[in-house]
């Protein structure tokens, strides 16, 4: 896939609350790129499991939910990206404390990430992209141009999970969503097909204690220098 057939491709990884989301999103914003939350799609297929009433330890229930489910993602970076599950809007839906606590089961089954793969490459195949998720830069698009690996302390982490759920009006502890968010890396980490890992050719970038406009400027001064 690499170079001249299809425009740049940017791949961003890495752990739970690293900031992934925001600076992906602002990065396509500044290149005019389209944003691609890949987590979004898992996270949709976990709420319709759900709203299902599904158990999430059927990979087989599973996949055939996910084989009748359209899955769009809408977002060129400005605004949040607007997730659509069969038709209706679900943006609003995906990020509650049921759906963290089950998204991370239901990405775990082989033949679930088999299709979201297939699904995610589709999607990234014209380029002028920034996708971000777990397995961007291993997996699903190893010939990306550039290739990033955001993290953060686990402790800054759930600090910030935990503004973003005070924002959606849930009120968690932080020791307590600490330990989820940690069990989902373990989770992440440790599958067999897609875990969560660095790329080797990915610029690791640490954000503990740096402002999001920071990480995205060191990004797209990171893309100019590789792709001209
Ligand atoms: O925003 P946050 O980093 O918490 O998570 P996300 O990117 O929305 O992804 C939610 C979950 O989806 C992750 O914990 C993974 O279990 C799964 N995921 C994955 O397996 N592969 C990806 N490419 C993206 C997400």
Known sequence: MRGRERGPVVAVDGPAGAGKSTVARKMAERLGFLY???????????????????????????VDLLRSSQIDLVGNGRHQPTVWLDGEDVTHLLRTPEVNASVSLVAGFPLIREEMVRRQRVLACAGRVV??????????????????????????????RLNDLKAMGFHLDLEVLGEEIRHRDALDASREVGPLRQAEDAILIDTTDMEVDCVVEMMVDNFRRRVS
């Open 36 to 62: 691609l939350d890949s987590g979004a799609m898992y996270r949709a297929l976990a709420l319709k499991a759900l709203q299902h009433g599904i158990d999430l330890r059927d990979e087989s229930q599973i």
């Open 131 to 160: 996708m971000d998720g777990r397995d961007i830069g291993t997996y699903v698009l190893p010939d990306a141009d550039v290739k990033f690996y955001l993290t953060a302390s686990l402790e800054a982490r759930a600090k910030r």
